[in-house]
């Protein structure tokens, strides 16, 4: 069983990237300079920002489906990042730089979008936990959130034919 991990589109955050911090404010978002190369995960390039890098601070809906496992929280995007996902580079079967550190929440859906299994994960069970849940036949993806924080960090997606 192979899986991949790729950053969200960075075409989604485009109009917050180009609005002022007065337009950001009208829609509930906020410019901020990271003070640390730690602390400040982007969600397009899932790497830590830099310290003196700008982000944008924002609501996002992670898990955008019809039922009550519906998830929105605060992540960060970086202003001049470069995207994974399609065209880009993926981990495939190996963690990004964002995971370094950190301990996850790993929360396994089904194909509706319910919950279908769980693990918490110290940053050196990552792996091992996500094959544990794509070991579920039920779980189609995963979500993994920064345990401390609570915000959306990735999807997690089985890749390949393996399973």
Known sequence: MTYRIAGLPRAAFTRFLAMDDAELAENGARRVIADADHGYPC????????RGESLVLLNHVSHDTANPFRTAYA??????????????????????????GRTLSLRGFDEEGMLAGARL?????????????????????????????????ARIERHGGGQ
């Open 121 to 153: 994960a110290s940053p050196d069970e990552i792996d091992a936990r996500i094959r544990e849940l794509f070991d579920m036949p039920r779980v189609a993806c995963i979500h993994a959130h920064n345990a401390a924080h609570g915000c959306f960090a």
């Open 75 to 100: 992540i960060y995007v970086r202003e001049h990042a470069v995207a994974t996902g399609p065209g880009a580079e993926p981990w495939i079967d190996r963690l990004p730089p964002v995971f370094a």
């Open 43 to 50: 969600r397009i390039s899932l790497e830590d920002a830099k």
